[in-house]
């Protein structure tokens, strides 16, 4: 969002629909948690089909709700970047790409810890992705603040 303000000077925190914005997909995952913390991680781990039998058939039996929510949290975030990023690349490829490379590289850097099992990424899994968490965060702040100040990155 902050790539498309820079690029298009036009800021616009709602999805492709102007009903669906952050305070909805916020609503969305809290009630998500809220779900997975009363019934806990085994309620997560059962098959779709126990809970409704009316999908017995439908759904096979090795689908979790652990994939159905993880299917619709993918969704959601490549639905949310993908278009922000299309319209920055339309507008300026060579900015657009100058600016989503850090996150680029950090992201590349986590899929192959996890492909290679890395022993940081196997024991200390939580710090392991609270430390590239910050560094995200460094770049979308710097982006935020070019952004308020009117300066260049």
């Known amino acids: 969002m902050e790539m498309k303000f820079i690029l298009t000077g036009n800021l616009s925190i709602t999805g492709a629909v102007d009903e669906f914005g952050p305070v909805e997909i916020e609503l969305i995952f809290f009630i998500i948690f809220m779900i997975a913390g009363i019934f806990g991680v085994s309620g997560v781990e059962k098959p779709v089909v126990n809970s409704f039998e009316f999908l ?39 900015v657009s790409f100058k600016l ?4 680029v ?8 810890s996890a492909y290679f099992d890395i022993y940081g990424y196997q024991n200390q ?3 392991f992705h609270f430390l590239f968490q910050m560094c995200n965060n460094i770049v979308l702040y710097r982006l935020m603040l070019a952004n308020m100040t009117k300066s260049s990155i």
């Open 125 to 127: 899994f939580v710090l």
């Open 105 to 112: 590289i950090n992201i590349s850097i986590a899929i192959l």
């Open 56 to 94: 017995n058939g439908i759904v096979p039996k090795f689908v979790l709700w652990q994939h159905l929510l993880s299917s619709f949290f993918i969704f959601l975030l490549i639905f949310f970047t993908l278009e922000n990023l299309v319209k920055c690349f339309i507008i300026d490829k060579w």
């Open 100 to 103: 989503i490379m850090p996150s």
